[in-house]
């Protein structure tokens, strides 16, 4: 069992930057991959990046690469999201999901755990 924390969202202006963290308990995280998802109004829930047990593996959505990079920290149960040049459109909630395998996933289904989700605002 895995309790995901996200933490770290808030209001920016565009151009501005953001790091989201998320703190998981139990003593097994680093056998976890990780990933951030985000859901925008009346949107879906879309991928953002994902990243492999061990932090050297990494996927991002082809729309964000360049601008989010994803890492993680197995001595402190945290993984990360730092969001560079934020855009309007990056307005969503973000959830950081734990799947219990080494290897990363795009798909939010093969996630096993999900955090509540942290409110990141990007005003124009």
């Known amino acids: 069992q895995v309790q995901l924390q996200e933490s770290g969202g808030g209001l920016v202006q565009a151009g501005g930057s953001l790091t989201l963290s998320c703190a998981a308990s139990g003593r097994t995280f680093s056998s976890y991959a990780m990933g951030w998802f985000r859901q925008a109004p009346g949107k879906e829930r879309e991928f953002v990046a994902t990243?492999?047990?061990?932090?050297?593996?990494?996927d991002y959505a082809d729309s964000l690469k360049g601008r989010f990079t994803i890492s993680r920290d197995n001595a402190k149960n945290t993984v990360y999201l730092r969001m560079n040049s934020l855009k309007p459109e990056d307005t969503a909630v973000y959830y950081c999901?734990?799947?219990?395998?080494?290897?990363?996933?795009?798909?939010?289904?093969?996630?096993?755990?999900w955090g509540q989700g942290t409110q990141v605002t990007v005003s124009s």
């Open positions: 990243i492999n047990w061990s932090g050297r593996s990494t």
């Open positions: 999901a734990a799947r219990g395998t080494y290897d990363h996933s795009a798909s939010g289904d093969d996630y096993n755990y």
